[in-house]
C-alpha cells in the first residue's frame, strides 16, 4: 500500500531556531501534500495545502511566513517552522493522497513531535 | 459552519461490542472516513463510506446515512489493543477532510 515517511519523529529545539519536516511518498507520486498540526487530545487541524510546482493554500490563521511550505518534486514536500516559540510545540503530521486509490487514498506520515525550550 | 460531532470518550470491557457515532453537518458531502489513531502515532485508515448502508471488515463495520447526516463505527470482540481515539472525517464538496475531535476509547479487561 501507500506509504508517507516523515522525519523527523521527534525534535527539540531551542526558542527562536527554525525546524524543518519532511514527508516522501515513497511508492506514489503525491501531487498534493496536506500538513496538520494536532494539540494534545484536540483533532487534527489543517494548516496548509501544498500541490507540487506551486504556492501553498493556507488555512486562515495560519502565518505562511512562520510555517514555510515546499513541495519541489512529486514525492517530497516539507514544512519548515520558522523562529519557533513555545507556542509552536504540537504534533505535525503530513498527508498525501494517492489518487490511484481513489477517495480511499489518503495515507498519513508517522507524525513529528516538535517540542520548543 | 461546518461541524463533526462524536463523543470525547467512552469505556467498554474487553470482548464486548461498541458503537461510536458521528454526525455531521458540511457543505456538501463526498464521503465519510473512520480513522484510528493510537496516542503519539499518526491515524490509521479504518473505512470510508460514500452510500447508505453498512460496510463490514473482520470486526470493524461503518454505517452510514446521508439523509440523517449521521455515521457510526461498531467495533466487535473487542480486545485491549482497540483502547485508542477513532476519528471521523467528511469529505466536503471541494474535497478537503472535515476533522471530529476524536473519541478515546478505553477498553477494560
Known amino acids: 500500500g501507500a506509504v508517507v515517511s516523515q522525519h523527523p519523529s521527534r525534535v527539540i529545539c531551542k526558542s527562536g531556531t527554525s525546524v524543518k519536516i519532511e514527508c516522501r511518498s515513497l511508492d506514489f507520486q503525491a501531487t498534493t501534500m496536506f500538513w496538520y498540526r494536532q494539540f494534545p487530545k484536540k483533532s487534527l487541524m489543517l494548516m496548509a495545502t501544498s500541490n507540487e510546482g506551486s504556492k501553498a493554500t493556507y488555512e486562515q490563521g495560519v502565518e505562511k511566513d512562520k510555517f514555510l511550505i515546499n513541495h519541489a518534486s512529486l514525492t517530497l514536500s516539507t514544512l519548515t517552522v520558522t523562529s519557533a516559540h513555545p507556542e509552536d510545540s504540537s504534533f505535525y503530521i503530513c498527508s498525501a493522497r494517492d489518487l490511484g486509490q481513489g477517495d480511499y487514498g489518503y495515507t498519513f506520515g508517522s507524525g513529528t513531535r516538535l517540542t520548543v525550550v | 459552519g461546518q461541524n463533526i460531532d462524536q463523543p470525547t470518550e467512552m469505556t467498554a470491557t474487553e470482548g464486548a461490542i461498541v458503537q461510536i457515532n458521528c454526525t455531521y453537518q458540511?457543505?456538501?458531502?463526498?464521503?465519510l472516513f473512520w480513522y484510528q489513531q493510537h496516542a503519539g502515532e499518526a491515524p490509521t485508515f479504518l473505512s470510508y463510506?460514500?452510500l447508505d448502508g453498512l460496510e463490514e471488515k473482520g470486526r470493524f463495520s461503518s454505517f452510514l446515512s446521508r439523509s440523517k447526516g449521521y455515521s457510526y463505527l461498531l467495533l466487535k470482540e473487542l480486545q485491549m489493543k482497540d483502547s485508542a481515539s477513532y476519528l471521523c472525517?467528511?469529505?466536503?464538496?471541494?474535497?478537503?477532510?472535515?476533522w471530529g475531535a476524536g473519541t478515546k476509547l478505553i477498553i477494560k479487561p
Open positions: 463510506n460514500v
Open positions: 472525517a467528511v469529505m466536503d464538496s471541494n474535497y478537503q477532510l472535515i
Open positions: 458540511t457543505s456538501g458531502f463526498n464521503g
